[in-house]
C-alpha cells in the first residue's frame, strides 16, 4: 500500500536559518505529493502541491521538487521565519480516494 | 467564501456516550474524509465518502458511523464514546481523485 515517511522532529531553528524536512514515499502509480502546514489550533492547509516527476511546487518561500528516482519530495526554505513556527504533513494521493500522510515534523522557530 | 466547517470545536464525553461531529461543505466536493490526529501518528483516515449515499471505510473505522444524504454534510457518529477515541477530528473534503484536500478547523474530542 502506500506509505509516507517523513523526518521526525521537532526541529528548532533560529530565525534566518535554512530548513529542510525529509520525505520519501512508497506508492503504486504516480501519484500527487502535497505538503499541508498546520498552524496551532487550526486545520491543515495546503502549502504546495506537484502532481508529476520533476515538478517543483513553491509556495511562501518554500519548495519541493518531486523526485520519482529517489520517491522523494523534500521540503526547504532558505529563511525562516518565527511565523514559519508549525506542523508540517508530507502526503501523498495515488489515483484513488484516499490521502496518505506522515506523522508531521514540528518545527519551531526561535527569534 | 465558508469552505469545510466543523462542529463543535471542542467537546467533552464520558463514556459510553453517543454524539454526532457535524461537517458540511459549500464547494460542492464530490469527495468528503474524516481523520483523526494523535500525536506522533500523522493523520488516519476514518470513513471517506465519494459522492452522497456511498461510503466506505477508512484504515480506523471501528467505533465509527457515517452517512452522507447530500453532497454538502458528512456527519460522523461516535456510537458509545471510550477513551481511545480522545483525539482531534478532521473532516475534508477534494474535488477528486489526486487532488487536494480542504480542511476544516478540526474538533478536539475528549472522553472521560
Known amino acids: 500500500g502506500n506509505s509516507v515517511t517523513q523526518m521526525e522532529g521537532p526541529v528548532t531553528l533560529s530565525e534566518e536559518a535554512f530548513l529542510t524536512i525529509n520525505c520519501t514515499y512508497t506508492a503504486t502509480g504516480y501519484p500527487s505529493l502535497f505538503w499541508y502546514v498546520q498552524y496551532p489550533g487550526e486545520g491543515l492547509q495546503l502549502l504546495l502541491k506537484?502532481?508529476?516527476?520533476?515538478d517543483k511546487g513553491s509556495n511562501k518561500g518554500f519548495e519541493a521538487t518531486y523526485r520519482k528516482e529517489t520517491t522523494s519530495f523534500h521540503l526547504e526554505k532558505g529563511s525562516v521565519q518565527v511565523s514559519d513556527s508549525a506542523v508540517y504533513f508530507c502526503a501523498l494521493s495515488s489515483g484513488d480516494y484516499k490521502l496518505s500522510f506522515g506523522a508531521g515534523t514540528t518545527v519551531t522557530v526561535r527569534a | 467564501n465558508a469552505g469545510v466547517t466543523q462542529t463543535p470545536k471542542f467537546q467533552v464525553l464520558k463514556t459510553g456516550q453517543s454524539m454526532t461531529l457535524q461537517c458540511a461543505q459549500d464547494?460542492?466536493?464530490?469527495?468528503m474524509s474524516w481523520y483523526r490526529q494523535d500525536p506522533g501518528m500523522g493523520l488516519r483516515l476514518i470513513h471517506y465518502?465519494?459522492?452522497?449515499?456511498?461510503?466506505d471505510q477508512g484504515e480506523v473505522p471501528n467505533g465509527y458511523n457515517v452517512s452522507r444524504s447530500t453532497t454538502e454534510d458528512f456527519p460522523l457518529r461516535l456510537l458509545s464514546a471510550a477513551p481511545s477515541q480522545t483525539s482531534v477530528y478532521f473532516c475534508?473534503?477534494?474535488?477528486?481523485?489526486?487532488?487536494?484536500?480542504?480542511f476544516g478547523q478540526g474538533t478536539r474530542l475528549t472522553v472521560v
Open positions: 475534508a473534503s477534494r474535488t477528486g481523485k489526486g487532488t487536494e484536500a480542504f
Open positions: 506537484a502532481t508529476k516527476a520533476d
Open positions: 464547494m460542492n466536493h464530490e469527495y
Open positions: 465518502s465519494v459522492g452522497a449515499g456511498i461510503t
